[in-house]
């Protein structure tokens, strides 16, 4: 079956949706091209079905192939940027790394090297977890690529700070406490956004400080509004290099039930969405979509948040790179 694909920009866009239905075909993030029908890409999607790091409820290691099922309707358009992403820069799905489920360790040094191996021409990486294990090697890859440590905003219910769990250091609730002691983070703008729920104890605040996070709570967004928040947000990054980690539990479980460790209170996708706008202008490096669990979602609730946050976290990073001669398009697509 011949695949029929818009090129606007001169570049290899999404399948022509008005010849093959949405629904129709193999899904890839946004109906893209696969990274091995392009010369090459500005930014590449990239799954990490990997889940060997949770605490709780297992089952993000199919949250890739669920976003992209799920965003088979996303559009070439984004209105509330005024870009096509897809035009102003190439954009291809670069499949899913493979990695071993029985030794995390093995894991993480293939995320990392497999990061490593796309962005080497230059290209950025929005990745699609997976748990939040994988943003570990994902901010290694960032900061070499940065050539410095990254700011980093962390939407989350939890902190991911934690020390070790059953005596394992690298899990899904400990990847930003490695992160700051291995000196990859700049601690002088990293914040987590939509904390809330209950925790051990107060010394976990205390870490957690200690680290150099700010914290913007659930409860914070909702008192203070979408406005105020980004203000202080982008007051703190400014003109550093950002990486951008979305667990999908930063949404209420209204609006994400399809996660392994949900807590009540969340904030909703209208509101995530808001705030990944007003980044707009921020140098995003690298960017993760992590904690689908599709098991335990429903009508594709999850699913369609995720590909959106995707989406909008795509478009930030076209927005901000120069566009580059457009390439010509091989004969045989
Ligand atoms: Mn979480
Ligand atoms: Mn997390």
Do not use: C
């Not at 670069?94 to 290209?123: K, R, S, W, Y």
């Not at 956004?193 to 010394?203: A, K, N, Q």
């Amino acid at each position: 079956m011949e695949e029929l694909r818009v090129t606007g920009g001169g570049r290899l866009g999404p399948i022509d949706s008005s010849r093959i239905p949405r629904y129709a075909g193999a899904a890839t993030f946004a109906r893209l091209p696969r990274l091995d029908q392009v010369d090459r890409a500005d930014i590449a999607v990239v799954g990490v079905p990997f889940d060997s790091g949770v605490s709780y409820r297992p089952g993000a290691r199919f949250g890739g192939n669920h976003i992209r099922e799920a965003s088979r309707l996303l559009r070439p358009y984004n209105p509330a940027l005024d870009i096509s992403p897809f035009e102003r820069v190439q954009v291809a799905d670069a499949g899913d790394m493979a990695v071993n489920p029985f030794n995390i360790g093995e894991a993480i040094e293939t995320v990392q090297q497999n990061a490593l191996d796309l962005t080497a021409d230059g290209a950025r990486l929005v990745t699609l977890g997976g748990d939040h294990t994988i943003a570990l090697p994902l901010l290694r890859a960032a900061a070499e690529r940065a050539g410095s440590p990254v700011a980093m905003l962390h939407f989350d219910a939890h902190l991911d700070t934690w020390d070790t769990y059953f005596g394992a250091e690298y899990t899904h609730g400990t990847p930003f406490r490695r992160a700051v002691e291995e000196g990859i983070l700049d601690t002088e703008a990293i914040s987590h956004v939509g904390t809330r729920g209950p925790l051990y104890g107060v010394r976990d605040l205390e870490d957690d400080r200690r680290f150099g996070f700010g914290i913007v709570t659930s409860s914070d967004v909702y008192r203070k509004g979408v406005d105020e928040i980004v203000d202080q947000l982008r007051q703190r990054i400014g003109n550093r290099p950002l990486y951008v980690s979305v667990d999908i539990d930063v949404l209420d479980p209204a609006h994400a039930p399809g996660t392994g460790t949900p807590e009540a209170g969340g904030i909703t996708s209208r509101e995530l969405l808001e705030i990944l706008r007003g980044l707009r202008g921020l140098n995003l490096v690298g960017a993760d979509v992590v904690e689908v669990a599709p098991a335990y979602d429903h009508a594709e609730l999850t699913g369609v948040a995720a590909s959106h946050v995707a989406y909008d976290l795509v478009t930030l990073m076209a927005d901000t790179l120069t566009p580059a001669t457009p390439a010509p398009i091989a004969e045989d697509h």
